[in-house]
């Protein structure tokens, strides 16, 4: 007989004999705590309440003829972009980000946006109508954290009016709120850590209780054809149980990320069952909300100085979406013995490679410099596409001489010296004209108007000036 656990992480759920200062699971730091005798039982796979199912129903697959439902929008672009087009009814939402990274701003959002969709359509549909009340149903905006007050009060900051089709509640008994579930078309609750289920151990935000909440009303939304939207925080802590917990419990988990970018936010799906994970939605948190960023290829350029020796403009893909950010280096001669290399926004271990490249192939004295690197915009970007406009900022540092201000950089540099071309040139290069660059130094891509084709750095850095 295994020994039952006795220890949980309480950001990933997995269980262990013993305590331990790293979780193996999922890699999280001080997660692991002493699970209380339910939470083992429920670990063990003894002890679990849910009633067992009589018999197993089975139904051939060509059985269904009903088309499924249409997508609930919730009135913002840019979320129904990320969503894949909008809420299914009866799928599970997962929101997850730090505390005050503006999850409630935009979830209250979009309960104003889908109750304005909702009215018209139950308006729309002739009184008594069968099913009107239920395909109009009702958007329930429930709040385990803050009072009625506070969320209306930030509602009316939204925009709302007066006679907003959104109804509140303030709860966190779990049953409550599923059995409120029938009826309603979307159904916000915020957020999960703050919910109890009655005949469950633990406090709040234990992972037993994290999980048979999001367990019962996912169950509930599903049952109802109601789209839940739950919350999630994240905290660094790991203090409470993580949303990890519940990723494979819900449809789409989505993170809404950003204290870098100042007021900018970043939406991404990192799970979705109904979509893609290939989308980003930005937005900018503004004294009424949250707005939207759709044209954000740009964004990161608005306070460039192009006459600067030093930068490179870069396209860069970010879930899909091509973003041109700004890569800076200044590199100061130094008799240090020990040059500083410092780097934001971009891999330290390419930067250091990048270097050792100019300094081999192209007789750089990086050596005897101090380097420093950064994306402006708090950008991070992660592909390797961002090299060749690194050497091109860094060159262009060191000789004084700044890169023309029409031209756009990317590409792989190999250690070689060899430049590789990235993924989807046309998609960057079409930005980059947009943006009105007129020269794309990038290896591969073939001839074009202002195409410039270097295939080794020191070509690359011979063409740019
Ligand atoms: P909030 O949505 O409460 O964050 P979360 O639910 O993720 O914890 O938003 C928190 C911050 O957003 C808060 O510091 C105030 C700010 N904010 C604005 O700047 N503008 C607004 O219109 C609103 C509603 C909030
Ligand atoms: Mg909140």
């Avoid at 305590?19 to 679990?48: F, V, Y």
């Avoid at 385990?144 to 006679?163: C, F, H, K, P």
């Avoid at 991070?380 to 023309?404: F, H, K, M, T, Y």
Wanted: charged share 20%; with cysteine; aromatic share 4%.
């Amino acid at each position: 007989m295994p020994k039952p656990p006795a220890f949980g992480c309480t950001a990933c759920g997995a269980s262990f004999a013993r305590w331990a200062g790293r979780c193996t699971a999922c890699g999280a730091m001080n997660t692991i705590a002493e699970l209380t005798k339910a939470e083992a039982r429920l670990a063990a796979g003894s002890g679990d309440a849910r009633p067992r199912a009589a018999a197993l129903v089975r139904e051939p697959f060509a059985s269904s003829s009903a088309a499924p439902a249409p997508r609930l929008s919730t009135g913002i672009g840019e979320l129904d972009r990320v969503l894949g087009g909008g809420l299914v009814p009866g799928g599970v939402v997962l929101i997850t980000g730090e505390p005050g990274i503006g999850k409630s701003t935009l979830l209250g959002q979009a309960a104003l946006g889908a109750a304005q969709q909702t009215g018209a359509l139950g308006a729309a549909l002739p009184s008594g109508a069968l099913g009107a009340e239920r395909q109009a149903g009702s958007v329930l905006y429930a709040t385990a954290e803050e009072s009625l007050e506070q969320v209306r009060a930030r509602m009316r900051r939204l925009g709302a009016a007066a006679d907003a089709r959104v109804e509140l509640a303030a709860s966190g008994d779990a049953a409550a709120l599923a059995a409120a579930l029938a009826g309603t078309r979307l159904a916000v609750i915020d957020s999960v850590q703050l919910l109890a289920l009655d005949g469950v151990d633990g406090e709040p935000g234990g992972v037993a209780q994290v999980k048979a909440c999001a367990h019962a009303l996912a169950q509930a939304a599903k049952a109802t054809g109601t789209a839940l939207v739950l919350v999630g925080h994240v905290t660094k802590d790991g203090g409470v149980a993580g949303p990890r917990l519940l990723e494979h419990l819900v449809d789409v988990v989505l993170s809404f990320e950003g204290d870098r970018y100042g007021d900018l936010r970043i939406l991404r799906a990192l799970k979705n069952r109904s979509g893609s994970t290939q989308e980003l939605g930005l937005f900018r948190m503004g004294g009424s909300g949250l707005e939207e960023v759709p044209d954000a290829g740009g964004l990161f350029l608005a306070d460039r100085d192009p006459d600067v020796p030093g930068t490179c403009v870069c396209p860069v893909l970010d879930a899909g979406r091509c973003l041109l950010v700004e890569v800076q280096a200044l590199v100061n001669p130094t008799t240090s013995p020990q040059p500083q290399r410092r780097v934001a926004g971009l891999d330290p271990n390419r930067v250091a490679m990048v270097l050792a490249v100019l300094t081999r192939r192209l007789g750089l004295p990086l050596g005897q410099a101090d380097v420093f690197v950064n994306v402006t915009g708090g950008v991070r970007v992660q592909e390797p596409a961002a090299d060749l406009a690194l050497a091109l900022a860094i060159a262009s540092s060191l000789r004084g001489i700044a890169v023309p201000s029409d031209l756009v950089a990317f590409g792989e540099v190999g250690l070689g010296g060899e430049l590789r071309p990235a993924a989807r040139y046309d998609a960057r290069a079409a930005e980059a004209r947009r943006l009105g660059f007129q020269k794309l130094l990038a290896p591969g891509g073939g001839q074009g108007r202002g195409r410039l084709v270097a295939t080794r750095i020191d070509a690359a850095v011979e063409m740019a000036f």
